[in-house]
């Protein structure tokens, strides 16, 4: 059938706690449409499921893609998963436990259907159709209200033997340091996120520090844009506080290189709204740390996909490298 | 054909700077007959590649299997590799330089030839024939003079973008710490390796601390053999060293929790002959170091087959989950 071309069309959904992104994606990552809708997760995991089954419908046929040339639905979900199950065991934001996603929504939709957790989705996102153009060893960094990993060694995402791969916001990089929410010390995400950055101009301030950024922190709506622009001006507690968070984040990702040898990190999150201000730092403390081999020809780049990344890695997990 | 048993053969060589040893190994991973020869590395390579074609070829005949049965040969080497391409790069330890191994193997054989890093075929044999027991997501930390590593993820060799994934005696441990051979100070490697341990016991003696392992210091015979011995018996600095040492090594196997998720860690080479005298407190400071989901389940033990795990990983490389 020469001159045929046959499309090959996934969706890829992010459920999120407030909303879900639904995608139509092309075989090569890109967004035929997209939508939005409310998770409303007040009606239990049953309307939600009736919601995603109804909306991706939709979504294809608004496109006017029958229903019969969806190849697959990826899911990304912030929880803890089977993956290999395709089962939410638990999720803390939406309430759910032992929830059979993958079979719920593979009877309804008569097509295959994979899950993977948030981060993991979005950093395929990224490898696969943004920052990462196609990298068969990446890590995403996803530096939030926490930071979050995802790792794809040889062209594969990782897991692990339960889910929890890819981690690296609790990788301690300060054994004295700041209690986390895990319950250790001094793990990444206590420094290099946008809250960790935010705890330390506080404790500078608490501590009588002169900065100008001390009537954010009294009215409480200190961000870790007020902190790069400060350290911009020579602020010495902003600076300080950008400082630390770099060091941090290098240390960890030297340390990354020697497990890993990536050929590149996505720098993604709120944080990395900062742009160069991060990744100048950031490169020169990294080549400064990294071991010589290890960071020969790496790459450091910021996420290009934002809040897509996770739809598009969701449709990615069964458009990519198909076996 | 009911009732017949259709045998598949693979061939392992895990070439040394003095022996090469070869096994014939079974696809279940079992050695059938095995032998070492000298390396004879004045012969250059192409005395080396003529002699490793004869004497697989010779091992095959003494074991009664026809060489058609042979499936195929796997080469562990120790030196900087381009795996895919199947060439050796450089050897420091052989002086070779831009070797197509693999090639002039395969046109000798007529047989698919794999070739890996010695860490990393050692790390398979483990996890396929020995202590491993077919986990998918396993770490393999060899503790002889260096600290070498090898991991394998879903089932397979991580390599990373350049071939230096798992080279974890690189993590840096102690940033105010000694100098190591790879340019960096404080890796793992100058705490934890036999060399680093012996190390931190003639510093103590410099320094003038009293310990037992003085007399061993002193005519430079200080194996970790007798800091393992007098840490039993209650001596200081070997009881410092000892910890000093299970202490680092606790900590990169807490961050490589995070990163990978592993189920299993498999510890290898001289220092893992203290077995339990290591293991023991090991386990206690991994429980107390990493993260409580990450370290769930997590078994940590000896590696079983000593130097018979390079030949054996090396068959494994082609013997494997096949694909």
Redesign the interface.
């Known amino acids: 059938m020469r001159g045929v071309t046959v499309k090959r069309f996934f969706i890829g959904i992010d459920l999120g706690g407030t909303s879900m992104k639904i995608g139509l994606v092309s075989d090569q990552g890109k967004v035929i449409r997209e939508t939005e809708k409310p998770t409303l997760k007040e009606e239990g995991a049953d309307g939600v499921i009736d919601r995603m089954v109804s909306h991706a419908r939709n979504l294809a046929k608004e496109a006017c893609v029958p229903w019969q040339e969806i190849q697959g639905v990826g899911v990304g979900l912030p929880g803890f998963l089977d993956i290999p199950g395709g089962v939410v065991k638990y999720m803390t934001n939406l309430g759910w436990t032992d929830i059979p996603i993958r079979d719920r929504l593979q009877s309804a939709w008569q097509v295959p259907v994979k899950i993977d957790n948030d981060a993991n989705v979005a950093a395929l996102g990224e490898v696969w159709s943004g920052a990462g153009n196609g ?3 990446a890590i995403c960094i996803t530096l939030g209200t926490g930071v979050g990993g995802g ?1 794809i ?2 062209g ?1 995402l ?11 916001g ?3 990089v300060e054994p004295e340091g700041a209690l986390c929410n ?3 010390t001094g793990c990444l995400e206590t420094v290099s996120s946008a809250t960790g950055m935010v705890r330390l101009v506080h404790h500078a301030v608490s501590v009588g520090e002169k900065t100008c950024l001390a009537p954010y922190v009294r009215d409480g709506s200190l961000s870790t844009r007020h902190i790069f622009a400060e350290a911009k001006r020579g602020d010495a507690v902003a600076r300080k506080t950008v400082d630390q968070a770099v060091h941090a984040l290098a ?1 960890v990702m ?10 590149l990190f996505i720098i993604g999150g709120g944080v990395s709204q900062a742009g160069e201000s991060l990744l100048n730092p950031l490169r020169k403390k990294y080549q400064c ?1 990294a ?4 960071r ?3 790459r450091i780049v910021l996420a290009q996909l934002g809040n897509r990344a996770g739809f598009i890695g969701a449709a990615g997990l069964l458009a990519h490298i198909q ?1």
Chains 1, 2 share one sequence.
């Open positions: 990298e068969k060893n790792i060694a040889e594969e990782l897991h692990g033997a339960k889910g929890f791969a890819g981690e690296i609790h990788i301690q895990c319950g250790q240390q030297a340390t990354l290189s020697v497990v890993l040898n990536p050929s740390l071991q010589k081999n290890a020969q020809d790496v076996k």
